[in-house]
């Protein structure tokens, strides 16, 4: 059943908006994309109940608008809406998505951003690298936790972490099994983040 509503739900304190975005291209099919979706409900559930969420599946195209709801709703969260995978993706439209549905939040005290990616993009970090830096102007920070990302592209996951003012996470193909593990420990950060300065 749903959480009844608190009497005055903005006098909550250190309320974090999110946005966790999956990446469903065709390198992500099975495993990958079980251990983001397993990993994406973690933290949902991790979530408290003002907070709030969206989840947003990372294709090549986006169609829909992206809702971002009170987490007590929780339950219309949990449908991950994960479309066929296929790919490459571009990560510059979910970026503009998430910023967009997260600028219209109110009364939060962080809004925050998680990749998932195998960090296969069809487009270049110097293309959606403005966006983040949209993002970043209206207080949305970024974190990217990617799965067993070549060498070559761990540098520009990371580029893109630290640009976008959140943590980069690389989890090898062989530790899919921590992945939930590593989402809450983003989680984790923020909280600490919001309670370091109040």
Not at 97 to 105: K, V
Not at 109 to 114: A, G, L, Y
Not at 141 to 153: A, E, F, G, K, N
Request: net charge negative; glycine share 6%; proline share 5%.
């Amino acid at each position: 059943a749903p959480s009844t509503e608190p009497t005055n739900p903005e006098t909550a304190e250190g309320r974090i908006a999110v946005v966790i975005v999956i990446d469903t291209s065709a390198s992500m099919a099975g495993d990958r994309l079980e251990a983001a979706i397993k990993g994406a409900k973690a933290y949902v559930n991790a979530l408290n109940d003002w907070d709030f969420c969206g989840v947003l599946a990372l294709s090549f195209a986006i169609r829909e608008e992206l809702e971002v709801l009170p987490v007590y709703q929780r339950e219309l969260i949990e449908e991950i809406a994960v479309s066929e995978p296929y790919g490459p993706i571009i990560f510059t439209s979910s970026i503009i998505l998430a910023g967009r549905a997260l600028s219209d939040i109110v009364n939060v005290e962080r809004k925050h951003v998680v990749m998932i990616t195998d960090s296969n993009s069809g487009d270049t970090y110097d293309v959606y690298l403005p966006y983040i830096e949209d993002n970043v102007k209206n207080n949305i920070t970024m974190s990217v936790v990617s799965i067993d990302t070549p060498l070559v592209r761990q540098e520009q996951m990371q580029n893109t972490a630290d640009v976008g003012g959140g943590r980069y996470y690389n989890v090898k193909e062989e530790d899919l099994g921590n992945l939930a593990e590593i989402m809450l420990e983003d989680l984790a950060e923020i909280r600490k983040s919001i309670s370091d300065n109040p």
